[in-house]
């Protein structure tokens, strides 16, 4: 665990920096920005650090909003890793009102794949969830 603690502290140094040279080079709302807010948010959960990661997705979902769209793939990914958050969190209502999102927006795409993810993320929140 130590090893991987240690990989996460590195990943999050080098893309704290990206992201800073991202932002000054391209502007705050450009979809690279959104790459590596998202990074971030991902490498923040698996060290726990919830309020950190929130808000590196909450972020990086506004930007990708915006430059993609509110049906592109990347949104529904990152409403899928902010639910993914709220839910190891135990914020389950919230966790499973963003994965439906995702899921609609995968069934337009007809991503296979993520369908099948985000369906046995709705699975486990739907039981979590009633305790």
């Known amino acids: 665990m130590k090893g991987r603690q240690k990989k996460y502290d ?33 490498i923040f959960s ?9 808000k590196a997705l909450t972020d990086c979902l506004s930007i990708r909003q915006l430059q993609l769209g509110f049906d592109s793939v990347e949104t529904a990914d990152t409403l899928h890793a902010i639910g993914q958050c709220l839910g190891n969190s135990g914020d389950y209502e919230h966790a499973l009102n963003l994965w439906n ?17 985000i ?13």
């Open 10 to 42: 590195k990943a999050c140094v080098l893309l704290d920096k990206t992201l800073k040279i991202r932002v000054q080079i391209l502007g705050m709302e450009h979809e690279a920005v959104a790459q590596a807010l998202y990074s971030l948010g991902i």
């Open 46 to 54: 698996k060290r726990n650090e919830v309020d950190a990661s929130l």
């Open 101 to 117: 999102e995702a899921l609609e927006i995968y069934r337009k795409h007809g991503n296979q794949g993520k369908l099948m993810a």
């Open 119 to 131: 369906k046995r993320d709705l699975d486990l929140g739907h039981k979590l969830s009633e305790g």
